[in-house]
């Protein structure tokens, strides 16, 4: 349990019903050797990565705790450590390869902790975390609610949770016309569900951006904050 002044490891895993083969975190265990070669990386996760670090450090230039959810392999942390050579650096996960994955890919020096465990039941006490981030991991989340509602619950008041992923804003038919309309405009609204569910939790919205890729649909950037009492 993370506590406001230290950092220690869970007693015991905390990981609830989202793991195994069957689930999303089950899949990425199978993947987690190859995923920071995937052809994606490039064009996808780390743009999105370094997009949500941008956002992150404009809204809280100084966070001393950052959490990333869903880290995956870790790569979003060995570049904020860049950014942040003092803040505590932890990211969970509740794929048991992609946490072992994160710790080998992380020397020690940068003093990043990874812990095995999921969005929706977060090992740490209440308002520890400046700054929660989450890049292309919400879209695997089994109950967006519960990890809204945790992620508020760990978030110091006046942090900052910076979420990118992928969400079905525009439709699929006429490409490039649709491509030239997203290049027309720099920022986007965020998502209707989200952005309600954020604000249902204490999160509401403070900035959003839009990263057009390849693909359809674009990665959206979306910035939500913390009141303070
Ligand atoms: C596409 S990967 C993204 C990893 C990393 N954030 C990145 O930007 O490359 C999605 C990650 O979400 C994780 N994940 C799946 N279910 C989750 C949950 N319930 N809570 C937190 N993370 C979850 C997966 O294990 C996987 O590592």
Redesign the pocket.
Same mark, same amino acid.
Not at 92 to 95: G, S, T, V, Y
Not at 134 to 137: E, L, Q, S, V, Y
């Given at each position: 349990m993370v506590t406001g002044n230290q950092a220690e490891a869970p007693k015991a895993p905390t990981v609830p019903a989202?793991s195994g083969p069957d689930t999303? #975190?089950g899949k990425?265990d199978a993947v987690a050797a190859t995923y920071e070669h995937s052809v994606l990386q490039p064009l996808l996760?780390l743009p $999105?990565?370094q997009r949500a670090l941008r956002l992150a450090q404009r809204l809280m230039p100084h966070p001393r705790r950052i959490l990333?959810?869903?880290?995956?392999?870790g790569?979003?942390l060995r570049q904020a450590r860049q950014q942040h050579p003092a803040a505590m650096l932890i990211g969970?996960?509740? #794929?048991w390869a992609?946490v072992a994955t994160a710790t080998t890919a992380s020397p020690p020096e940068l003093a990043i902790r990874h812990l095995r465990a $999921?969005?929706?039941r977060l090992p740490f006490a209440a308002s520890v975390f400046d700054l929660v981030v989450?890049?292309?991991?919400l879209r695997?989340?089994?109950d967006t609610a519960a990890?809204i509602t945790e992620i508020h619950r760990v978030l110091a008041p006046g942090g900052v949770f910076v979420v990118a992923d992928l969400f079905p804003t525009y439709p699929r038919r006429s490409p490039p016309l649709t491509v030239l309309r997203r290049r027309s405009r720099d920022h986007g609204n965020p998502p209707a569900g989200l952005a309600a569910a954020l604000a249902t939790h204490g999160l509401p919205v403070v900035a959003c951006q839009r990263m057009p890729w390849v693909c359809l649909p674009d990665v959206q950037i979306v910035a939500a904050q913390k009141g303070c009492r």
């Open positions: 989202v999303a #975190a990425f996760y $999105a990565q990333d959810v869903g880290c995956g392999t790569r979003l969970i996960d509740p #794929a992609m $999921a969005a929706e989450a890049t292309m991991a695997h989340w089994n990890a």
